[in-house]
């Protein structure tokens, strides 16, 4: 069965709006997301949109700003020290990837903590590793809430996660642990990742490989989450899993586009809502 993700995203973001609307009423501000975007890199440009959307749609205020992408480092850090600075600013995002002169690591590591709405910097990731609060990266968020979502409760399962990236792989790793699943991370040099992978009651996929995943390697009955977004020379977005092969097996997948996609953009409103929370102390 299909996790129509796009719905739930849809549902979390009207929950958003009203408790949004009800601060309001209450006379507080509304919260507030900085996005930078450094160039013109097409794919960061509809990620941006489609953030810029979400925002306008649940009652968050959104500063967009763009840099040209020879900008320089330095000013770029100069420009998050403001944006660090000001009061009205709740979280920062500076989409990524950045041009290759500039550091991205400085860069995050620039943004306030507080303020860090990805869940990329390593204040937040310690947090997660250690399972305190923080502000956690939106994607791994976006999955533990679509397993949620169909009341998967992951103790004691065998949860494999294809794909070791700082953003995805390993803090989605991290969530299921804290959620007392046996975890085992593979990647590209795992050997026969085909057994490895049928060993999973829950296969998540996160390679930025086009259908890497067939039929082979999934257990029937497992719970199947693709975070692959692949796009063809056509233009069409595919995912990691080969989704055709591997839907009459699994009990439940997510399909690409409108799986973990609009869930990823949920979690960054939501985590927008919890840092001006935090700073602003509404409860
Ligand atoms: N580029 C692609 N995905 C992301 C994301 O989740 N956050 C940021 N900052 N940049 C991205």
Same mark, same amino acid.
């Given at each position: ?80 020290? !403001? &944006?660090?600075?000001? #009061?009205? @600013?709740?979280?920062?995002? $500076? ?7 500039? =550091? ?106 086009? !259908? &890497?995943?067939?039929? #082979?390697? @999934?257990?029937?009955?497992? $719970? ?7 796009? =063809? ?51």
């Amino acid at each position: 069965m299909d996790i129509n993700g796009k719905e739930i995203a849809s549902h979390i973001k009207e929950g958003l709006k009203t408790q949004i609307s009800e601060w309001r009423q209450k006379g507080y501000r509304a919260p507030k997301l900085a996005v930078v975007l450094v160039g013109h890199d097409s794919a960061s440009e509809i990620y941006v949109r489609n953030k810029e959307k979400a925002c306008t749609q649940i009652g968050i205020e959104n500063l967009l700003i763009k840099k040209e992408a020879d900008i320089s480092e330095a000013e770029l850090l100069g420009l998050i020290d !403001e &944006l660090n600075e000001d #009061d009205s @600013v709740d979280g920062i995002l $500076v989409q990524l990837p950045l041009p290759g002169h500039i =550091d991205e690591m400085k860069v995050i590591e620039r943004i306030s903590p507080l303020k860090d709405v990805d869940g990329f910097h390593p204040d937040n990731i310690a947090r997660l590793f250690l399972n305190h609060e923080g502000l956690f990266p939106c994607t791994p968020k976006g999955v533990m809430t679509l397993l949620d979502e169909i009341h998967y409760g992951l103790a004691g399962k065998e949860v494999v996660v294809v794909g070791r990236s700082n953003n995805v792989g390993k803090p989605i790793a991290m969530l299921a642990l804290h959620r007392n699943a046996t975890v085992t991370i593979a990647h590209s040099k795992t050997q026969d990742l085909a057994s490895v992978c049928r060993r999973a009651d829950v296969l998540i996929v996160a390679v930025g490989q086009c !259908e &890497l995943i067939g039929k #082979d390697f @999934v257990k029937p009955g497992a $719970v199947v989450i693709d975070v692959g977004m692949n796009r =063809d020379a056509k233009g069409k977005v595919h995912g990691d899993v080969h989704y055709e092969e591997v839907a009459p097996l699994a009990s439940y997948i997510t399909p690409v586009p409108g799986g973990v996609g609009p869930m990823t953009v949920a979690m960054l409103m939501k985590n927008t809502l919890e840092a001006y929370m935090r700073r602003n102390q509404v409860k």
